[in-house]
Nanobody, 123 residues
Framework: QVHLTESGGGSVQGGASLRLSCTTSGRGFGNYAVAWFRQPPGKEHEFVAAIVANDGGTTQADSVKGRFIVSIDHSRNVVYLQMNNLTPSDTAVYSC????????????????WGPGTQVTVSS
């Protein structure tokens, strides 16, 4: 069982930055891929970005490329999502999720999820 906790969400104005954290307890992320998804009100989960814990490989959705950066700090068992130049369309509940092995951009591919953190961006 993998327990995940997100933090760092909040309400900001357009153009601002936020850094989300995804923390796991126990022995760290090991051989997992860790992904960030977001769910706008009334919509399905949308893939945002992912990182492979053991080699640091990353990928981002086209909608966030150049603005969002995913990274990992193994010493603290934390995966970060740095979000820059936020717009109202980024408003959503952001969740991190893990799966063994490679990154995959579909929510159904991930086994363990955190409860999520709300990000609200006003114009």
């Amino acid at each position: 069982q993998v327990h995940l906790t997100e933090s760092g969400g909040g309400s900001v104005q357009g153009g601002a930055s936020l850094r989300l954290s995804c923390t796991t307890s126990g022995r760290g992320f090991g051989n997992y891929a860790v992904a960030w998804f977001r769910q706008p009100p009334g919509k399905e989960h949308e893939f945002v970005a992912a990182i492979v814990a053991n080699d640091g490989g990353t990928t981002q959705a086209d909608s966030v490329k150049g603005r969002f950066i995913v990274s990992i700090d193994h010493s603290r068992n934390v995966v970060y999502l740095q979000m820059n130049n936020l717009t109202p369309s980024d408003t959503a509940v952001y969740s991190c999720a893990t799966r063994l092995g490679a990154m995959w951009p579909t929510a159904a591919s991930y086994n363990f999820w955190g409860p999520g953190t709300q990000v609200t961006v006003s114009s």
